[in-house]
């Protein structure tokens, strides 16, 4: 889904973004004829972004028709719409939760851009970790990140299910040209899994 409330540099989805997806652009019907070509082997379906709760008014009714079908569902957040968000678990419209964690707490306005409430991020966490669904957070690495922010994002999520780094894009276009250099090499991307894993049940790195 196009839009996005925030600016991270280091977005691999820079048209949607920016809500300019250049001919993109597919129709509700499309989609639905897409799977029902395919209702006897399709599992699920993953909505993202962009971020999809920032259109909550046309994503609540998609979902609703999407899990006439028997489809499990797995969206993806930046975890700034907790009210939205907690519509979706409580309507049982959601079975998977993948929600970024951007950086350590004094770092997430310098990282996305954007002049966020630090709150309704603290609040989706502890939505998702109590959600009773299976969830996962997960941290796009990349040089702005140091290894005490790492300390802290684990000590912000002590005792949840899983956490993932991932490093960024290097060979797609970002937000922002020239960004892929700002990437960790997996070796130092280890080390920080090693600091995370003393307070998360279950780490993973992503390349």
Same mark, same amino acid.
């Given at each position: !889904?196009?839009?996005?409330?925030?600016?991270? $540099?280091?977005?691999?989805?820079?048209?949607?973004?920016?809500?300019?997806?250049?001919?993109? &652009?597919?129709?509700?019907?499309?989609?639905?004829?897409?799977?029902?070509?395919?209702?006897?082997?399709?599992?699920?379906?993953?909505?993202?972004?962009?971020?999809?709760?920032?259109?909550?008014?046309?994503?609540?009714?998609?979902?609703?028709?999407?899990?006439?079908?028997?489809?499990?569902?797995?969206?993806? &957040?930046?975890?700034?719409?907790?009210?939205?968000?907690?519509?979706?678990?409580?309507?049982?419209?959601?079975?998977?939760?993948? !929600?970024?964690?951007?950086?350590?707490?004094?770092?997430?306005?310098?990282?996305?851009? &954007?002049?966020?409430?630090? $709150?309704?991020?603290?609040?989706?966490?502890?939505?998702?970790?109590?959600?009773?669904?299976?969830?996962?957070?997960?941290?796009?690495?990349?040089?702005?990140?140091?290894?005490?922010?790492?300390?802290?994002?684990?000590?912000?999520?002590?005792?949840?299910?899983?956490?993932?780094?991932?490093?960024?894009?290097?060979?797609?276009?970002?937000?922002?040209?020239?960004?892929?250099?700002?990437?960790?090499?997996?070796?130092?991307?280890?080390?920080?899994?090693?600091?995370?894993?003393?307070?998360?049940?279950?780490?993973?790195?992503?390349?």
């Amino acid at each position: !889904m196009s839009g996005c409330n925030l600016r991270c $540099a280091y977005c691999y989805n820079p048209a949607l973004v920016k809500r300019q997806p250049e001919g993109f &652009t597919i129709s509700e019907a499309e989609i639905f004829s897409f799977l029902e070509e395919r209702r006897s082997f399709l599992d699920g379906v993953c909505i993202t972004g962009g971020e999809p709760l920032l259109s909550f008014h046309l994503l609540f009714p998609f979902l609703k028709k999407l899990k006439t079908y028997g489809l499990k569902v797995k969206l993806d &957040t930046n975890g700034c719409f907790p009210k939205e968000l907690r519509k979706l678990i409580e309507a049982q419209l959601i079975d998977y939760i993948a !929600m970024d964690i951007k950086a350590s707490p004094e770092k997430y306005e310098g990282i996305t851009r &954007t002049a966020i409430k630090l $709150a309704e991020i603290k609040a989706s966490v502890s939505l998702v970790k109590n959600s009773g669904l299976d969830y996962e957070f997960r941290t796009t690495v990349h040089t702005g990140l140091k290894r005490e922010d790492f300390e802290k994002i684990a000590r912000w999520l002590e005792g949840s299910k899983q956490y993932f780094l991932q490093s960024i894009k290097v060979d797609v276009p970002l937000l922002e040209e020239g960004f892929a250099e700002k990437a960790y090499a997996v070796e130092e991307i280890k080390t920080f899994a090693r600091v995370v894993e003393k307070y998360v049940n279950q780490v993973g790195i992503r390349s």
